[in-house]
Structure formats: structure tokens, C-alpha cells
């Protein structure tokens, strides 16, 4: 049975990498006696895999990992045995059963929704006005740098939507293998082209949702990856 389960992430949680959630969810679904499917051969492990790590500092009310399981009672029986392990600051969500036709978790990612806030007292002066003038800019440029190589790129293509909301910037960026937007690039951007150099650690990010794209090369429709599966009723 494919199963697709989503939870959230916050607290003192947000400063645990990627690979230590990995092994933390390793543990909590022994713990929580999840039937949980493992690899044949000499060093068997859980078949899992997440959907698109999460950067250190950010938190998140929607994060997905994909597991094989033997055998499911019901997806209410497994949310209530996975939250009574989890640690503060960490929720299962769903626990859904995938059809064999959807493609996996980390193959699916094509956009991100991300709410953006600054920190008590680091919020630049007249930002919201500066920030508008930015979103109605025909390019955003930026030197995008990588291990080997730096260009200039231009984000606006990967901007699907941004705007100002409750006190902060909600956007929704591409995500994934084949073109991947991070929020903290975009506020670089903006932060550039409104003359001002944001403080370090001025943000708090916080994921919302990541997508699944159903769409054609025309039209995109984006479909948040929980629903791709559906309850297992008891």
C-alpha cells in the first residue's frame, strides 16, 4: 500500500535538518507501530521518501513523505498512533492511501506556497509600498550562484503569485526538480531593487502547501499533494 502522509513542522523543531527528520521519522514509526514496508536485500530499510526538504529556520504547515506499508487499520488509527510519538512541535496531519498510478511524492513537487514575515523590528521602512512596485517590475534579476557557476536569472517566470497579506508576503513559487524558486531569494531580489540590504535572520518563512501540477505545458493546475490520496476507512 502506498501511503502519502503530510504533517507540520514548527517550534524548536525548525532548526533539525533534513536528514535528522528523516531518522527522527524512522523512529516515531516504530514507536508508533506502523506496519511499514521494508527493502529486500542484505541491509533492508523503510521505503519512504519525502517530497522536498525543507530549509533549516523554516517552518511548515504542510510537509509530505511517501511510505510503503503492509497494512493499514485506518488513517485515523495511524495519525492518532504517529501524534501520540511525535515531540513538540511536530503533527501528522493525514495519512492518505495513494492510487498506483500517482507518481511519488518527490517527483510530484512543481510549486510551494510560503508565507513571508519579518521579525519584530527589522521590518524596512514603507516596505509595502516598495514591495508592490517590485511585483509590477516586467523582470527580477538576480545573480543566482551554485557551487560551480553564478548567472543572472530572472525570477519573475517562477513568481506565480505574491501579494501582501495579513502584515506579511504570501507567494507561491515553482518548486522541484525542474525549476525550483526559494522565498528567500525573492525577498533578496526585492531587497536589491528597493536599494536596502535585509539584516540577516530579518525572516520568518513558513511553508503552506506544496503542489502537484495536473496541468498541460499551457495551463497549470495546481492540486496540493493530500489530495492525490484518499482516507483509509476503518
Not at 186 to 202: S, T, Y
Request: contains cysteine.
Amino acid at each position: 500500500m502506498n501511503i502519502r502522509m503530510k504533517f507540520k513542522k514548527h517550534g524548536c523543531m525548525k532548526f533539525i535538518g533534513h536528514l535528522d527528520i528523516m531518522r527522527y521519522f524512522q523512529k516515531a514509526i516504530r514507536r508508533a507501530d506502523i506496519d511499514i514496508a521494508y527493502s529486500e536485500g542484505f541491509s533492508p530499510h523503510m521505503i519512504m521518501s519525502f517530497a522536498a526538504p525543507l530549509g533549516v529556520g523554516l517552518t511548515s504547515e504542510g510537509e509530505y513523505v511517501d511510505l510503503q506499508v503492509n497494512s493499514c487499520v485506518s488513517s485515523k488509527a495511524a495519525v492518532d498512533a504517529l501524534n501520540r510519538v511525535m515531540v513538540e512541535g511536530m503533527e501528522v496531519v493525514s495519512f492518505k492511501l495513494l492510487p498506483e498510478t500517482v507518481k511519488n511524492a518527490m517527483a510530484s513537487v512543481a510549486a510551494a506556497d510560503y508565507f513571508v514575515n519579518f521579525r519584530e523590528g527589522y521590518a524596512p521602512e514603507n516596505w509595502e509600498e516598495k514591495f508592490t512596485a517590485f511585483l509590477q517590475k516586467e523582470e527580477m534579476l538576480i545573480v543566482k550562484k551554485t557551487k560551480r557557476s553564478e548567472a543572472e536569472v530572472d525570477l519573475k517566470p517562477m513568481l506565480y503569485q505574491a501579494e501582501i497579506r495579513d502584515g506579511g508576503i504570501f507567494m507561491q513559487v515553482a518548486c522541484g526538480s525542474v525549476n525550483n524558486l526559494k522565498p528567500e531569494l525573492v525577498m533578496e531580489a526585492f531587497g536589491k531593487d528597493a536599494g536596502m540590504e535585509l539584516a540577516p535572520f530579518a525572516l520568518e518563512v513558513c511553508r503552506l502547501e506544496v503542489y502537484a501540477d495536473l496541468g498541460d505545458e499551457q495551463t497549470r493546475k495546481l492540486v496540493p499533494l493530500e489530495e492525490l490520496g484518499e482516507d483509509i476507512e476503518s
